[in-house]
């Protein structure tokens, strides 16, 4: 099947898990290409591109000897996690993943902007 890439995107959420308190239906919003918890020691530091809870997988640390977080669209080296091409995407932990977008903000810049959520 292979893996859906793409690490920015920005959409309306569609569906809200009863754990999201900050986000409702039909919100435009863009991500965070990084993914992360908010609560381990690197996501408290604002190091979030190693953040300890978003990605199982140890391949990254045993060939160079450092963690890497989740980050959206690059495979299972990155955790695995499906992203802006796809149809539908599943954001973890969205309340801290997802930004809102401004209604000023039109569709075709909404991603662009991506890094900036990313400093967030």
Known sequence: KGDI??????GVVEAVSPAVKN??????????FVISCGECRY??????AACEKTNAST???????????GIFGYS???GGYTSGQAEYVRV?????????????VPD?????????????
């Open 92 to 104: 973890p932990l969205a309340d801290n993943n997802l930004m809102k977008l401004l209604h000023l």
């Open 108 to 120: 075709e810049k909404g991603d662009e902007i991506h890094s900036l959520a990313s400093l967030i």
């Open 5 to 10: 890439l793409g690490h920015k995107f920005c």
């Open 23 to 32: 986000l409702v239906l039909g919100e435009r919003v863009v991500n965070s």
């Open 43 to 48: 996501c408290k530091e604002k190091l979030t």
């Open 76 to 78: 299972y080296f990155t």
């Open 59 to 69: 391949l990254h640390e045993q060939l160079y000897r450092s963690r890497i977080g």
